[in-house]
């Protein structure tokens, strides 16, 4: 089974990096997972978040967020929607799915037909 983040929402903020001190660098990036087999594909609801800063290309743990930036943070988390959980069955699914349906009609009518 494969997991992955995928981008959902990058915000640009203005405050300075603590690392650089630029003040037009700092990107919060959100993400959430999607989990991927042979059969299906499935959005979860878990949600990760990270800060980088483009001039200096560093991630900013929260240990080092200012009291600004983790303002910034909560207004932005609560601002967030993120995708909704789904799970989509992929072709392969629907081809086990169907193999069996016709099983199972195969064998109840064989079945049917023996008890006449």
């Known amino acids: 089974m ?3 983040l995928i981008e959902v929402k990058e915000v640009a903020l203005k405050n300075n990096c603590p690392e650089c001190f630029s003040t037009n660098g700092l990107r919060l990036n959100f993400k959430q997972k999607i989990k991927e087999t042979k059969f299906y594909k499935s959005i ?9 800063c483009k001039t200096c290309k560093s991630v900013i743990y929260p240990e ?4 600004d ?3 910034v943070f909560e207004y932005q988390k609560k601002a967030f929607t993120p995708k909704n959980s789904s799970t989509y069955l992929k072709k392969t ?10 099983l199972v009609a195969l064998i109840l009518l064989l079945l049917f037909y023996l008890n006449l």
């Open 93 to 102: 699914s629907w081809i086990v799915i169907a193999t069996i349906v016709v």
């Open 44 to 52: 979860t609801s878990e949600i990760s978040h990270e800060i980088t």
């Open 69 to 71: 930036i983790d303002r």
């Open 2 to 4: 494969a997991e992955k």
């Open 64 to 67: 080092q967020w200012t009291d």
